[in-house]
């Protein structure tokens, strides 16, 4: 079974992964937080905002699409398993208010790109515009007086908690990116980039190693990739290897040069079976039974030479073999 690297997809699909397990945690810290400085210590929930502080940083760390999740979501289960909010009117007007500050906090972090102090300001006007439209609607609805506060009323209860808001938010995020989330924000973010070089045709070869890219060639077949081997082999030792074709030959190599991770656009059969057998992670965007040769007529004559070829060192003596071979024919 092919032990996968990654792909651009995967990419993907473990960042929503990530978003999705972090989008949790902030859902039960934005429940947990209130009940414990509601019960505890008494400290009224319209002044300290408890709850706004989990769905700020949902949206700023996991994006819009899960910071307005985390905006619905935590004050209708807080509402469900606490009874704070009550269900009307404050768990619409909540949830109103709530989804705005994830979906713009998330919005202008992640896509707009702004510093977290002015999305965070933006975010509040927004959220604290959302509470008034919602408890407008609602007032409207009932023709009577809502057992609510009004926007304004809201915004200057809430003062200390807004104050408290834009200095520890700020701290958290710094701390959360320079430490759990430095790892796995930095390396799909490279991983990404060298995918992106590949496929543009920016790149035939590029290596990542330390986080970074380090090493990018624009020539063709197997050449960039020997050479790099040839010149400095300790260059490839645990790097992750993105490559437009991958035959057997190439796997090889990457072995040889105890290479941590592949990922190729079109990999053949016998360098995924040999790749696996020496347990380097691997992903391939498109599989083949084998590489064809530039006149589209045949087997790669580097693929052919060592198809059933298993010894590195072997291997390696008939990739050099072959190439002086096509060298010297002129091919």
């Known amino acids: 079974?092919?032990?996968?690297?990654?792909?651009?997809?995967?990419?993907?699909?473990?960042?929503?992964?990530?978003?999705?397990?972090l989008t949790a945690i902030f859902i039960i810290l934005g429940i947990l937080i209130p009940y414990i400085t509601g019960h505890l210590f008494m400290i009224p929930g319209t002044i300290f905002l408890p709850m706004h502080i989990p769905v700020f940083l949902c949206g700023i760390i996991t994006g819009p699409k899960y910071g307005f999740l985390c905006g619905i979501l935590t004050p209708a289960l807080s509402s469900l398993m606490t009874g704070m909010p009550?269900?009307?009117?404050?768990?619409?007007?909540?949830?109103?208010?709530?989804?705005?500050?994830g979906l713009a906090s998330g919005f202008l972090t992640n896509k707009i790109r702004l510093n977290i102090f002015l999305t965070l300001v933006i975010s509040m006007v927004l959220?604290?515009?959302?509470?008034?439209?919602?408890?407008?609607?609602?007032?409207?609805?009932?023709?009577?007086?809502?057992?609510?506060?009004?926007?304004f009323s809201a915004f200057l209860t809430g003062l200390p908690g807004i104050a408290i808001q834009l200095v520890i938010i700020p701290s958290i995020y710094l701390i959360l990116k320079k430490g759990v989330?430095?790892?796995?924000?930095?390396?799909?973010?490279?991983?990404?980039?060298?995918?992106?070089?590949?496929?543009?045709?920016?790149?035939?070869?590029?290596?990542?190693?330390?986080?970074?890219?380090?090493?990018?060639?624009?020539?063709?077949?197997?050449?960039?990739?020997?050479?790099l081997y040839e010149n400095n082999k300790e260059f490839l030792r645990g790097s992750y290897v993105f490559d437009k074709v991958i035959g057997k030959g190439a796997a090889i190599i990457i072995v040889l040069g105890k290479a941590k991770g592949i990922?190729?656009?079109?990999?053949?059969?016998?360098?995924?079976?040999?790749?696996?057998?020496?347990?380097?992670k691997s992903t391939f965007r498109e599989r083949t039974d084998y590489i064809i040769n530039n006149n589209k007529n045949g087997m790669c004559p580097i693929e052919e030479a060592v198809l059933d070829e298993n010894d590195l060192e072997i291997g390696y003596n008939k990739i050099k073999k072959r190439l002086k071979e096509l060298s010297e024919n002129n091919v």
Not at 133 to 141: A, C, G
Not at 182 to 207: C, G, P, R
């Open 86 to 101: 009550v269900s009307f009117p404050m768990l619409p007007i909540m949830a109103v208010e709530l989804s705005v500050y």
């Open 127 to 151: 959220g604290r515009l959302g509470y008034a439209l919602i408890f407008t609607v609602l007032t409207n609805l009932m023709e009577t007086e809502l057992a609510a506060l009004s926007a």
């Open 263 to 280: 990922y190729g656009l079109l990999g053949s059969q016998k360098a995924i079976d040999f790749l696996n057998d020496k347990n380097i």
């Open 181 to 227: 989330l430095s790892k796995y924000m930095h390396i799909n973010k490279t991983f990404k980039e060298a995918i992106d070089l590949i496929e543009s045709n920016q790149a035939s070869l590029v290596l990542v190693k330390n986080k970074k890219i380090v090493f990018l060639d624009k020539g063709k077949g197997i050449s960039p990739l020997l050479k």
């Open 1 to 21: 079974m092919n032990r996968l690297l990654i792909n651009k997809d995967s990419i993907l699909k473990i960042t929503e992964l990530t978003k999705l397990t």
